[in-house]
């Protein structure tokens, strides 16, 4: 019970913050009822899927300082875990997804086992190799349907079939994306002010010390790669359910590992609320920039230089990201 | 047999050159210890600039060579001065962070600007002749460029590196930026000069590259994967390492021939059965990967 109630416990964040994030979770709640575009609803569902994305890399690259560039091998193992089992089996999602889960996660230990001895650059592109050949493996393996994906029919099943997570209308992807969204918000808040994540903090400023001071660090980096793993899996789960068309190339491709590390970086990397803004920032610019001046224009590829821009000065300004801009002014207003 | 030798040596003639483009790589990372992710969208450019100005001017694409090679040294200056600079001030996080900003940030421009057909040279002095050793090894006369012009960087670089003033200077800089501060080395001025080799020597590879390769502006993630690999080999900041790294994972690019060769040799059907061509450059990132867990410093690494 005393643990439930931390999953609850904000009093340490500023109200002001506070009430913004009550302001814009009351905004999402209510945002199917307005009648946006389906490009507007399924924007926000992306920002949604991202913010959680983003939510599992700042655990283990916000708070612990270890930065990965592959975890969308485990996007990719979670969606064809559940994409594979509803072809195949007729599996309900429910199911696959908990599985899907356990599978990265054994996966994760084995890889975490070995990189974590790494750091820093090492670490990064040890990362990158790992998901690489998992995605060629990906892309020959017949039973997983090669090179050219899964694609679970349009007609598989009623439309409101909420075990195999079916449905025509958005609305229902959003309101499960945003339950989700809702829980991985008070995990993160939960996992900030646990135990593991204080030796984690303390991983980051210092790996000696921290082993002096008794703490298993790999043992600490391991736990919680398998944290932001669960996050990234169950939410591919739920992207082979969304989108229902799976390939190796949009699911478990570099530029996917780049971007889950965008959110969190962008926004402030080791704050609650860091990829929640990273990905509020970048993801309705990606898709806004895209049908505008991609779609519209025939400019192909000019969004993704204005992204590489920004991506470009915000590394090289301020490093922190929009969440070290707002601790500056904080700051200074306070002294 | 045939097929080995023939495995050997074009894996060992591609891997010079894959050696060649990870120069730059190791130069860069030795110099300032930051891992640039936009090599390969130099290597690209560097394609693009050989290919089109061999076609607008009707010239062979070999006299490109200069014009890649000025193309490749201004634009990692610019990269330097205009970015990199105010990236090393920041974390390690950021750093990698932005020259993968870079990288987005040149492919799209790149397709952009040329659009992503893929595009390939057609006539040229090299373009389709070969010569044939014997014993069925036919060398590729754009390989075998790509071969001697890595030879030729490399003895330059290690000239520049260990027999002029200013080499020295860069070496100074790389072993200690703060001492060699003190002895009035402009460091900063050496991380320009690095910055330009480095791209220089890429863009010239991918002049090179391009007599034999098709180029689009998805290119270059292939290549700083390599030279990721070739890089981790050799050790990180070595430029013998660099070369003799380059022709390991040559040799392990031309797998599929050696399995082909010992399917061949030994009969076995469970071998024929699994084709390896898909997993031509699996091989490269696992080697990494080992690489990496076994010997992080390489194997001529100078650098912890």
Partial sequence: MEK??????????????LGIAAAVGLALLVFPFFPFSSFAMSTVIQFLMFSLYGMGWNTIGGYGGQVDLGLAQYLGIGAYATA??????????????????????????????SVFRLKGHYFAIATIATSLVLKDIFEVWRFVGAARGLEIPATRFSSPDFLHLFFTQDDT?????????????LYVNWFRKSRLGFQ????????EVARSLGINVQWAKIKTYAVAVTFVSAVGSFHACYVKNIEPEDTMSLDISILIALMAMLGGAGSLWGPLI????????????????????????????????????????????????????RRRKRA | MEILVGSLVAGLLIGMLFALIALGLTIIFGMMDIVNFAHGEFLM????????????????????????????????????????????????????????????????????????????????VLVNRAFDLGMGVVVPATKLAGAV?????????????????????????????QGARYMG????????????????????????????WSVTPYVGLLFTMIAFAIVALGGFGSVPGAFFAGLIVGLITEIPGFWDFFTYLTGSSWMAGISMTPFKYTWVYLAYFLIMLIRPRGLFGWKN
């Fill in chain 1, 200 to 207: 984690l903090r303390s991983i980051k400023d210092n790996e």
């Fill in chain 1, 278 to 329: 990273g990905a509020g920032i970048l993801i309705p610019l990606k898709s806004y920039l895209k049908e505008w001046l991609g779609a519209r224009a025939g400019l192909v590829g000019i969004d993704l230089v204005i992204y590489g821009a920004i991506i470009m000065f915000i590394s090289a300004v301020e490093p922190r990201g929009v969440w070290g801009i707002v601790e500056r002014i």
């Fill in chain 1, 4 to 17: 439930l109630k931390n999953f609850f416990d904000f009093r340490d964040l500023p109200r002001l913050d």
């Fill in chain 2, 45 to 124: 450019l560097g394609m693009y600039t050989a290919l089109l100005t061999s076609q607008a001017s009707g010239l062979d694409p070999l006299l490109m060579i200069p014009v890649a090679g000025a193309v490749g040294y201004a634009l990692g200056v610019a990269c330097y001065y205009g970015f990199v600079k105010f990236l090393l001030r920041g974390p390690m996080v950021a750093q990698l962070l932005g020259t993968f900003g870079l990288m987005l940030f040149l492919r799209n421009l790149a397709l952009l600007l040329f659009g992503s057909e893929d595009r390939t040279i057609h006539s040229g």
């Fill in chain 1, 173 to 185: 992807y959003y309101y499960i994306i945003l339950a989700f969204f809702f829980i991985g918000i």
């Fill in chain 2, 149 to 177: 012009m890595a030879v030729i960087s490399f003895a330059a670089v290690w000239l520049l590196m260990h027999r002029t003033r200013t080499g020295k200077a860069m070496v100074a800089t790389a072993l200690n930026r």
């Fill in chain 2, 185 to 212: 080395i402009s460091t900063e001025r050496m991380n320009g000069l690095a910055w330009g080799i480095g791209a220089a020597t890429v863009t010239i590879a991918g002049a090179l590259l391009v007599n034999f």
């Fill in chain 1, 84 to 113: 594979v089992s509803m072809i195949r089996w007729n599996t309900p999602f429910w199911v696959s997804m908990p599985v899907g889960v356990l599978i990265a996660i054994a996966w994760c230990s084995v890889i975490g086992y």
